[in-house]
């Protein structure tokens, strides 16, 4: 990968390279930077779009389901035409249709705990946009044994919450401090229902939680759970602390 930015991709991310906090050097950073999307659904559509837009250099997308009818409203990466198709190989196609700048890498099947390791451990930030807790809980195993940062969203009906986790700070809980062993009878999206631009709000953010991660500007919500109220347009932020006697992550210095 070229080191340095090209008149096509100063002119393309003029925009942000224009802010301060981003400027060349941090573009240079998001450029050289590789990102792990677990799920391409309502959370992973948004966040992969604004991520592969923004000139993250390399997106690593893993989805083992293909595109449904029912998906449609709300998971705006895919669209009619997809039906059918795998959503990892959908959404390729539309990520190198907006930015052929950058590097995408496919993982169509369902990652198990040695190959999730792996996976975790070539990247440098994973974002959780997965719809189910048991697998919440291993990409968050695999992020603490790596030492990545874990970007965390979720929603359900009209409820969403969002949450970074980096055990690469002395201070920072995982999400198995916050959520322990969680519930296995949970609703999903399927079952319950949910609105459409709520997950579009939650993915949108977990994107800017990545960008703030990996050009080091402002500060991240590590140590912190937003809650997002959708009904009542309300958002409220709980701080949390880390568990030392996590099951998880207790163990580290």
């Known amino acids: ?36 999307i677990v799920g391409l659904g ?41 039906l059918g198709v795998g959503k990892v190989d959908s959404a390729l196609k539309r990520l190198a249709a907006l930015n052929p700048q ?6 169509r099947t369902a990652l198990d705990e040695d190959t999730l390791v792996a996976t975790v451990a070539a990247v440098d930030v994973v974002l959780d946009c997965s719809d189910n807790f048991a697998t919440r809980t291993a ?28 055990t690469r700070r002395s201070d920072s809980p995982c999400y198995h401090c916050l959520f322990g062993h969680g519930d296995d009878s949970e609703l999903t999206c399927s079952e319950a229902g949910v609105v ?3 997950v579009g709000m939650i993915g949108c953010l977990q994107a800017l939680e990545t960008l703030k991660l990996l050009a080091g500007f402002g500060e991240p919500m590590i140590g912190r759970l ?16 880390r568990d030392p006697a996590c099951s998880v992550c207790g163990a580290r210095p």
Not at 49 to 75: C, I, K, M, P, W
Not at 139 to 159: E, H, M
């Open 1 to 36: 990968m070229n080191p340095e930015l090209t008149d096509d991709e100063l002119l393309r991310y003029s925009r942000q390279i224009l802010l301060p906090q981003i400027d060349i050097a941090g573009q240079l950073k998001l450029k050289g930077a590789r990102v792990l």
């Open 42 to 82: 309502g959370l992973g559509s948004p966040a992969a779009l604004y991520l592969a837009a923004a000139g993250v250099g390399e997106l690593h997308l893993a989805d083992f389901d293909t595109v449904d009818l029912s998906n449609l409203q709300r998971q705006v990466i895919h669209d009619q035409a997809q």
């Open 102 to 107: 950058i590097s995408l890498v496919a993982h």
């Open 139 to 166: 990409v968050n195993a695999a992020c603490v044994v790596a030492g990545k940062p874990l970007v965390s969203g979720a929603a359900i009906r009209l409820q969403g919450q969002l949450a970074v986790f980096d």
């Open 196 to 198: 459409g631009p709520l």
């Open 226 to 241: 937003l809650l997002v109220d959708a009904l009542d347009s309300r958002f409220r932020e709980l701080r949390i602390r």
